[in-house]
């Protein structure tokens, strides 16, 4: 379960905006907004490009004050929900 | 059958075989970029399109919907809005629509977002107060009006890119109260529709010209907890669902499959201007106690 080398991206045909360092993202086909904080914001850039959760973490560490194992598991927990909302694949 | 006119709303020249007597005439020997013909429009829909209610119809760029003992319209690629309205029917019935739902149809096909509600010149900027039907914007638009600030839209606000306000229609639609506090006789107004108690009141020199940056929106709820007025300013992504909530006919931008366009819009919107929640308590405040409470708070983001 807990893999942090699975490489994740965002799925294709999805609208999203920024709105005050938050992100709103639609599903169209699910007719569904999700919303992103000021973290997953920056997850949702990072993951533009496949990348795993280690390097999500690792990008993260640059720039916030976090713990790595909290960290890892904080990412591996939204990368979860993001992957239910049929926001991200798995590759 | 009347000839045709060019008409000047929502930032667009519109030609149109209708008479709009309630909007502006657009200068002479400008190019028309929308047409209004009256025509036939299949009382079965559109083929290859899809259902998406009762009375509606869409396909990529093109909405076709029904008001039933009215008329049915077909609205195309933000070009051209057909008008097949029933024999008989009063011309004023069939022009709400057509300046309503039509002209919202017609917008969201040009990629311009519409806001429901009003907007109202302010310093340096304009104000849209926007809500649910019967929360009191067109009578908050006529006591700003009554204290000398120009109105820029009632009814649908469109935005151009920039996020300024288009001007729309020179008119307020009010109900006789809010007619009685302009001191104007109600039987000098036109009636918006007959059975409908609301009535055309011309802006005259009221109505802006221009488009205006829009600086806030104030999205009216009834029923707060508190006995006064409160005003909050949303943050980030908490702007979403007023924002869609408020959009004209936001099922009609679904079925033209315009969301990531509006979402877009929205997000823009959510950037440039300021986006607060008014908070109305249930002991209904009066206009004047409304409007006060706006432009306080529109005076302090200066």
């Given at each position: 379960m807990r893999d942090p080398e699975a490489v994740y991206q965002r799925q294709a045909d999805l609208s999203w905006t920024e709105m005050d360092g938050e992100t709103v993202v639609l599903n169209v086909d699910a007719n569904d907004y999700f919303g992103l904080g000021g973290v997953g914001t920056r997850i949702w850039e990072l993951l533009a490009?496949?990348?795993?959760a280690g390097q999500i973490c690792a990008g993260l560490a640059a720039e916030y004050d976090v713990d790595a194992d909290a960290c890892l598991d904080d990412v591996l927990g939204f990368l979860a929900q993001l992957l239910a909302s049929g926001m991200i694949r798995q590759r | 059958m009347s000839g045709e006119t060019c008409y000047r709303l929502f930032g667009l020249i519109v030609k149109s075989e209708l008479s709009l007597p309630e909007a502006l005439i657009a200068p002479a020997g400008v190019a028309a970029h929308v047409f209004v013909r009256r025509d036939e429009v299949d009382p079965g829909g559109i083929t290859g399109a899809r259902r998406r209610g009762p009375f509606v119809w869409a396909a990529a760029g093109v909405l076709w919907f029904s008001v039933p003992d009215v008329a049915r319209f077909l609205v195309r690629d933000g070009r051209e809005i057909i008008v097949d309205a029933r024999p008989g029917v009063d011309e004023d019935r069939v022009r709400a629509f057509l300046l309503g739902s039509a002209m919202g149809a017609l917008l969201a096909q040009r990629g311009t977002m519409v806001l429901h509600g009003n907007a109202i010149v302010d310093d340096d900027g304009c104000l849209a107060c926007v809500g649910p039907s019967g929360a009191g914007k067109s009578t908050l638009a006529a006591e700003f009006m009554r204290r000398g600030h120009q109105v820029l839209s009632d009814d649908l606000v469109p935005l151009d890119e920039e996020c300024r306000v288009l001007p729309g229609i020179p008119r307020l639609k009010l109900l006789p109260d809010a007619v009685a506090r302009l001191q104007v006789a109600a039987e000098e107004l036109r009636p918006i529709r007959p059975g409908l108690t609301k009535f055309d009141y011309p802006l005259g020199a009221a109505f802006a010209t221009q488009a205006i940056p829009l600086r806030v929106v104030y999205v009216l709820a009834r029923g707060?907890?508190?006995?006064g007025i409160t005003i909050t300013t949303l943050r980030g992504m908490e702007c979403l669902v007023p924002l869609r909530a408020n959009t004209y006919r936001v099922g009609f931008v679904d079925a033209l499959g315009l969301l990531p366009d509006h979402l877009d819009r929205c997000g823009r919107l959510a950037r440039q201007a300021q986006v607060k929640v008014v908070s109305l308590p249930s002991s209904l405040p009066t206009p004047a106690e409304v409007v006060d409470a706006l432009l306080a708070d529109a005076a302090g983001d200066n």
């Open positions: 490009r496949p990348v795993t | 707060g907890r508190d006995p």
